[in-house]
């Protein structure tokens, strides 16, 4: 039995009753339930209209949500050794999906984008997985080269080749926030890891100029632009989304006008289930409960952070730049789109991650949960003092193990 426990292609991990983290389970719970209670009342109305049917979004949700949750409970039953040797495989899977969907009778088309490849019921946004697997690529590349990372500029300059050869793909879609996001995510990580302050204030410069060329090069992206400096200007045309939004908001006051009884949602305020539902949030529930909303993901991000931390501190690089990948990713998602409800950051087309109604988004958050999770497992047991063995019968006095 020892010699087959030996031999075990699965670490003695496996064999543990799974170390879930309960702070970040109970936050990631809170926000998921709340999060359809919240979509439950900003698709109510469109749901009837479009499906003839009120809770039409809200079960989809649900439906998105178990598939999510599985998914998530399978990945606490995945290594970290396992995730850190397939990088590159998920490198090229995040890259083939990217490219897969800009083929004709293969992406799938709406409004302008295409961004979507279906599999049944399911419209698969192939950005989110994507994100995803660049970063558990990246992780395991800033372990690997993480001493030609911080002595020279090629170290340096190879993954950023590939995040920028993505946001390609990305803009081709086009998806101008998901790129945004991936490139970002992507920079932190590097610097977390060493990165030399002019290698990153160099690129980091590039980008700026090579966004700022394509937004105001692109008459759609500039419309943007421009309709988010001023919105009052032209509040039926491109102000109206933004005007919308600071109105529901504004009403909310201090407490909100209660649940159910936002007025905007009623065909006033376009994609108030999607990427608006924080103005229909604040509308309902007012100030207060926003910073209850905002304080909620900046819990999640502290635990995350802390999670990095803790695995820094134990040597577990790996764990430790993938912790940060997707707290960065959760909390730049997060501040961007609450950033432009409330028409301080232009018009980006991200979801409210667990908040918003958006299924690929749903799945993947909850795929990068479990990750989390395992990585908290993971610690746990390699900080618990190994199990002592009974002493032999008939022989006192012989050490214990």
């Known amino acids: 039995m020892t010699a087959r426990t030996a031999t075990s292609p699965f670490p003695a991990q496996l064999k543990t009753s799974l170390q879930l983290d309960p702070v970040l389970l109970t936050i990631v719970m809170i926000l998921l339930l709340g999060g359809l209670v919240v979509l439950a009342s900003a698709s109510i109305s469109i749901s009837d209209n479009l499906a003839g049917e009120p809770f039409f979004y809200v079960e989809r949700q649900l439906l998105a949500a178990a598939i999510g949750a599985a998914a998530g409970i399978a990945c606490l039953f995945v290594p970290m050794q396992v995730l850190r040797s397939i990088g590159p495989l998920v490198l090229l899977t995040g890259l083939a999906l990217l490219f897969l969907v800009l083929l004709p009778g293969v992406g799938h088309e709406v409004n302008g984008s295409r961004r979507w490849i279906r599999f049944g019921m399911l419209n698969l946004q192939v950005s989110e997985l994507a994100r995803l697997c660049f970063i558990i690529y990246l992780a395991g590349y800033l372990v690997r080269r993480n001493k030609d990372l911080r002595e020279n500029f090629r ?20 998806d101008f926030g ?3 996001v991936l490139l970002a995510t992507a920079l932190i990580m590097l610097f977390v890891a060493g990165a030399r302050i002019r ?25 943007r632009l ?46 108030a289930h999607t990427d ?8 309902e529930f007012g100030l207060a409960g926003s910073f209850i909303l905002v304080g909620l993901f900046v819990a999640l991000l502290w635990r995350i952070f802390r999670l990095a931390m803790h695995a820094s501190d134990t040597d577990r690089s790996f764990e430790a730049y993938l912790a940060v990948g997707i707290g960065t990713w959760l909390g730049l998602q997060a501040f961007i789109n609450v ?9 980006k087309g991200l979801t409210l991650p667990l908040i918003s109604y958006g299924r690929s988004s749903l799945i993947v958050t909850m795929i990068a949960i479990g990750i989390l999770l395992r990585i908290h497992h993971e610690l746990v047991v390699d900080a618990a003092p190994p199990n002592r063995k009974r002493r032999a019968p008939g022989k006192r006095g012989s050490a214990r193990s």
Do not use: H
């Not at 290698?199 to 992206?221: E, G, K, N, Q």
């Open 155 to 174: 170290g340096f300059l190879k993954p950023m080749l590939l995040m920028s050869l993505a946001c390609v793909a990305l803009l081709a879609e086009p």
């Open 339 to 347: 950033g432009v409800n409330m028409g301080i950051l232009p018009t």
């Open 276 to 283: 608006f539902v924080f103005a229909v949030f604040a509308e």
């Open 178 to 180: 998901a790129a945004i």
């Open 226 to 271: 421009t309709g988010f400096l001023d919105p009052w200007a032209d509040p039926f045309d491109s102000g109206f989304q933004l005007t919308q939004s600071l109105i529901a908001i504004g009403r909310g006051e201090w407490f909100g006008v209660g649940l159910g009884n936002s007025v905007q949602k009623l065909f006033y305020l376009p994609e």
């Open 199 to 223: 290698d990153f204030l160099l690129f980091f410069a590039a980008a700026l100029v090579a966004m700022a060329s394509l937004a105001i090069t692109s008459p759609y992206r500039m419309k």
